[in-house]
């Protein structure tokens, strides 16, 4: 069983940039898909950005691309997001998962608060 580690949210002004990172120990994240949800106030939550554990192919949510980024660093075992132009919309608990591409079972992380202040 993996744990995943999340860190870099803050505060920020709209239009602003941050980058978080997940960092992942006890497997290998060459066997597993990886990516990003997000959970803001009163709603449910949304899945934004992923990798494939295959041919490595990205995913982003409609309302992120073009300004997110997701990356991984094999060597290092983590997982990046990088959000540039941030809007107050992107407030939210961001959290990262791992998901085995045989059972299909994700493990989280506990989140990171981003907030934007408009």
């Known amino acids: 069983q993996g744990r995943l580690v999340e860190s870099g949210g803050g505060l920020v002004q709209a239009g602003g940039s941050l980058r978080l990172s997940c960092a992942v120990y006890g497997i290998s994240l060459d066997d597993y898909a990886v990516g990003w949800f997000r959970q803001a106030p009163g709603k449910e939550r949304e899945g934004i950005s992923c990798?494939?554990?295959?041919?490595?192919?990205?995913y982003y949510d409609e309302s992120v691309k073009g300004r997110f980024t997701i990356s991984k660093d094999t060597a290092k075992n983590t997982v990046y997001l990088q959000m540039n132009s941030l809007k107050a919309e992107d407030t939210a608990i961001y959290y990262c998962?791992?998901?085995?591409?045989?059972?299909?079972?994700?493990?989280w992380g506990q989140g990171t608060q981003v907030t934007v202040s408009s």
């Open positions: 998962y791992y998901q085995s591409i045989i059972t299909g079972n994700r493990s």
């Open positions: 990798i494939s554990s295959g041919d490595g192919s990205k």
